[in-house]
């Protein structure tokens, strides 16, 4: 959470002085992690594409757009690190082809402040 300190301080001679410091917490992109290539072939590993990270307190949307700007993927009002609300490399149903995608990640943070992540992910299968 945001918090200001202040610290009043005098000397033995009675010269005063006072000065204070607020210090604003806000996402980084060092706390959020989504990886940049998946492989969704059903062998146990990285075959869930998920928002990972601290200091999130939930996932406002994640959406996943393929090289045309169609939505493969979306995702609203979720926790993070929950694999069984990642992408699993599917479209409607059908695997989806080797590719880059882009993703948007709205994020809200434990301090409730908001930030948008963007990016993109390749499928390798």
């Given amino acids: 959470k ?9 000397t033995v001679y009675g010269c005063k ?59 609203q009002n979720f926790t993070p690190k929950d694999p069984g609300l990642g992408g699993n490399g599917f479209v409607n149903g059908v695997k989806a082809s080797p590719d880059v995608y882009v993703y948007i990640a709205d994020v809200i943070c434990e301090n409730d402040s908001h930030f948008a992540y963007k990016g993109n992910v390749t499928i390798i299968n």
């Fill in 2 to 10: 945001d918090i200001c300190y202040t610290l009043d301080i005098e």
């Fill in 17 to 75: 002085g006072s000065d204070t410091i607020c210090i604003d917490v806000f996402c980084e992109n060092t706390q959020v992690f989504i990886p940049n290539a998946f492989t969704p072939d059903g062998d146990g590993l990285n075959d869930i594409l998920m928002v990972r990270g601290t200091g999130i307190k939930m996932v406002k949307q994640f959406t996943i757009f393929n090289r045309w700007g169609q939505v493969v993927f979306e995702r």
